[in-house]
Protein backbone atom coordinates (compact mmCIF):
# COMPACT_ATOMS: atom_id res chain seq x y z
CA UNK A 1 0.00 0.00 0.00
CA UNK A 2 1.39 3.39 -1.21
CA UNK A 3 1.49 6.32 1.88
CA UNK A 4 1.34 9.66 1.20
CA UNK A 5 2.04 11.34 3.86
CA UNK A 6 5.50 12.59 2.89
CA UNK A 7 3.92 13.92 -0.38
CA UNK A 8 1.18 15.43 2.02
CA UNK A 9 3.58 17.01 4.29
CA UNK A 10 6.05 18.20 1.33
CA UNK A 11 3.04 19.91 -0.60
CA UNK A 12 2.05 21.86 1.96
CA UNK A 13 5.45 23.20 2.91
CA UNK A 14 5.59 24.26 -0.12
CA UNK A 15 2.39 25.89 -0.50
CA UNK A 16 3.24 27.42 3.02
CA UNK A 17 6.78 29.03 1.87
CA UNK A 18 4.70 30.75 -1.00
CA UNK A 19 4.56 34.51 -1.09
CA UNK A 20 0.91 34.18 -2.92
CA UNK A 21 -1.84 32.18 -1.28
CA UNK A 22 -4.61 33.54 -3.36
CA UNK A 23 -5.70 33.46 -7.26
CA UNK A 24 -5.18 36.64 -9.02
CA UNK A 25 -8.52 38.54 -8.92
CA UNK A 26 -8.48 38.62 -12.51
CA UNK A 27 -9.77 34.64 -12.64
CA UNK A 28 -13.02 35.62 -11.00
CA UNK A 29 -13.82 37.00 -14.18
CA UNK A 30 -13.65 34.08 -16.27
CA UNK A 31 -14.95 32.01 -13.42
CA UNK A 32 -17.94 34.38 -12.60
CA UNK A 33 -19.09 33.86 -16.07
CA UNK A 34 -18.83 30.16 -16.28
CA UNK A 35 -20.88 29.72 -12.95
CA UNK A 36 -23.32 32.43 -14.52
CA UNK A 37 -24.06 30.59 -17.43
CA UNK A 38 -23.81 27.10 -16.08
CA UNK A 39 -26.87 28.38 -13.06
CA UNK A 40 -29.02 30.00 -15.71
CA UNK A 41 -28.51 26.32 -17.93
CA UNK A 42 -29.49 24.68 -14.57
CA UNK A 43 -32.56 27.31 -13.32
CA UNK A 44 -33.72 26.88 -17.52
CA UNK A 45 -33.67 23.02 -17.21
CA UNK A 46 -35.91 23.09 -13.71
CA UNK A 47 -38.28 25.18 -15.20
CA UNK A 48 -38.77 22.85 -18.34
CA UNK A 49 -38.90 19.94 -16.09
CA UNK A 50 -41.53 21.66 -14.35
CA UNK A 51 -42.95 21.92 -16.93
CA UNK A 52 -43.24 18.71 -18.54
CA UNK A 53 -44.19 17.56 -15.33
CA UNK A 54 -47.54 19.53 -14.63
CA UNK A 55 -48.45 19.06 -18.24
CA UNK A 56 -47.16 15.30 -18.14
CA UNK A 57 -45.22 15.40 -21.10
CA UNK A 58 -45.32 12.03 -22.70
CA UNK A 59 -41.98 9.84 -23.47
CA UNK A 60 -39.58 12.81 -24.93
CA UNK A 61 -35.83 11.74 -25.58
CA UNK A 62 -34.55 15.85 -25.16
CA UNK A 63 -31.18 16.35 -23.36
CA UNK A 64 -32.53 19.96 -22.44
CA UNK A 65 -29.49 20.62 -20.94
CA UNK A 66 -26.97 20.32 -23.74
CA UNK A 67 -29.81 21.90 -26.03
CA UNK A 68 -29.54 25.05 -23.63
CA UNK A 69 -25.72 25.42 -24.24
CA UNK A 70 -26.09 26.03 -27.47
CA UNK A 71 -29.92 26.46 -28.94
CA UNK A 72 -32.67 29.00 -27.35
CA UNK A 73 -35.35 26.86 -26.43
CA UNK A 74 -39.15 28.34 -26.93
CA UNK A 75 -42.36 26.64 -25.59
CA UNK A 76 -45.64 27.39 -26.74
CA UNK A 77 -49.28 26.59 -25.00
CA UNK A 78 -51.67 24.99 -27.42
CA UNK A 79 -52.54 28.83 -28.69
CA UNK A 80 -49.03 29.44 -29.63
CA UNK A 81 -48.73 31.83 -26.74
CA UNK A 82 -44.99 31.38 -25.32
CA UNK A 83 -45.20 29.85 -21.95
CA UNK A 84 -40.66 29.38 -21.79
CA UNK A 85 -37.43 30.85 -23.44
CA UNK A 86 -34.33 29.97 -22.69
CA UNK A 87 -32.01 32.12 -20.98
CA UNK A 88 -29.86 32.40 -24.54
CA UNK A 89 -32.40 34.51 -26.07
CA UNK A 90 -31.13 37.48 -25.33
CA UNK A 91 -28.13 36.38 -27.04
CA UNK A 92 -29.80 35.52 -30.09
CA UNK A 93 -32.46 38.60 -30.44
CA UNK A 94 -32.13 40.58 -27.46
CA UNK A 95 -35.35 39.93 -26.26
CA UNK A 96 -35.63 38.65 -22.15
CA UNK A 97 -38.33 35.73 -21.78
CA UNK A 98 -40.30 38.67 -19.50
CA UNK A 99 -40.91 40.15 -22.85
CA UNK A 100 -41.88 37.42 -24.63
CA UNK A 101 -44.07 35.51 -22.41
CA UNK A 102 -47.83 35.01 -23.05
CA UNK A 103 -46.87 36.66 -26.68
CA UNK A 104 -46.79 34.46 -30.07
CA UNK A 105 -43.04 33.31 -31.82
CA UNK A 106 -44.05 35.19 -34.92
CA UNK A 107 -43.37 38.43 -32.92
CA UNK A 108 -39.81 37.74 -34.23
CA UNK A 109 -41.18 37.88 -37.74
CA UNK A 110 -41.30 40.93 -40.37
CA UNK A 111 -42.00 42.50 -43.21
CA UNK A 112 -38.65 40.64 -45.11
CA UNK A 113 -39.91 37.26 -43.24
CA UNK A 114 -40.41 34.69 -45.82
CA UNK A 115 -43.95 34.34 -45.79
CA UNK A 116 -44.11 30.71 -47.65
CA UNK A 117 -41.71 29.48 -44.95
CA UNK A 118 -44.31 30.75 -42.87
CA UNK A 119 -47.27 29.12 -44.02
CA UNK A 120 -45.15 26.06 -43.90
CA UNK A 121 -44.94 26.01 -40.64
CA UNK A 122 -48.08 27.06 -39.93
CA UNK A 123 -49.48 24.29 -41.77
CA UNK A 124 -46.96 21.88 -40.03
CA UNK A 125 -48.77 22.62 -36.33
CA UNK A 126 -52.19 22.87 -37.87
CA UNK A 127 -51.22 19.30 -38.55
CA UNK A 128 -49.11 18.26 -35.71
CA UNK A 129 -45.79 17.38 -37.23
CA UNK A 130 -42.37 18.40 -36.59
CA UNK A 131 -40.80 20.77 -39.20
CA UNK A 132 -37.48 22.45 -39.29
CA UNK A 133 -37.15 25.42 -41.45
CA UNK A 134 -34.70 28.29 -41.76
CA UNK A 135 -36.75 31.53 -41.26
CA UNK A 136 -35.72 35.42 -41.59
CA UNK A 137 -36.46 37.23 -37.56
CA UNK A 138 -36.08 40.53 -36.82
CA UNK A 139 -34.48 40.66 -33.52
CA UNK A 140 -34.91 44.16 -30.13
CA UNK A 141 -33.11 46.69 -32.12
CA UNK A 142 -35.27 45.52 -36.02
CA UNK A 143 -31.70 43.69 -37.47
CA UNK A 144 -32.64 40.65 -38.89
CA UNK A 145 -30.52 37.23 -38.72
CA UNK A 146 -31.59 33.65 -40.06
CA UNK A 147 -32.88 31.15 -37.47
CA UNK A 148 -32.58 27.55 -37.70
CA UNK A 149 -36.02 26.41 -36.03
CA UNK A 150 -36.65 22.99 -35.47
CA UNK A 151 -40.45 22.74 -33.89
CA UNK A 152 -42.13 19.74 -32.56
CA UNK A 153 -45.72 19.22 -31.13
CA UNK A 154 -45.77 18.01 -27.67
CA UNK A 155 -48.20 15.38 -26.10
CA UNK A 156 -49.50 14.95 -22.86
CA UNK A 157 -49.47 11.30 -21.66
CA UNK A 158 -52.85 10.16 -23.23
CA UNK A 159 -51.94 11.54 -26.38
CA UNK A 160 -53.39 15.12 -26.26
CA UNK A 161 -51.76 17.84 -27.79
CA UNK A 162 -50.19 20.28 -24.81
CA UNK A 163 -47.47 22.31 -25.89
CA UNK A 164 -44.92 23.42 -29.25
CA UNK A 165 -41.42 23.05 -28.40
CA UNK A 166 -38.59 24.66 -30.76
CA UNK A 167 -35.07 24.42 -30.86
CA UNK A 168 -33.67 27.45 -32.70
CA UNK A 169 -30.34 28.77 -33.11
CA UNK A 170 -28.63 31.00 -35.42
CA UNK A 171 -28.58 29.93 -39.17
Same mark, same amino acid.
Given at each position: ?? =? ?5 ? &? ?5 ? *? ?6 ? /? ?13 ? #? ?10 ? &???? #????? =? ?18 ? @? ?8 ? #? ?28 ? /?? #? ?14 ? *???? @? ?11 ? *? ?12 ? &??
Amino acid at each position: ML =DFKQYDI &AVARHHN *NLDTIAAP /ILSWNFHHNYLDVSK #KIYLDCDKLNLI &AGTN #KWGDY =DWDFKNKLKEEVVIVTNAKL @EIVFASHNLT #KMNGYTEEEVLGKCPKMFQGTDSNRTTSSE /IR #KAIQLQQPFEKTVLNY *NKNG @ETYLCLIKGFPVF *NSKGKLSHFIAFEK &AA
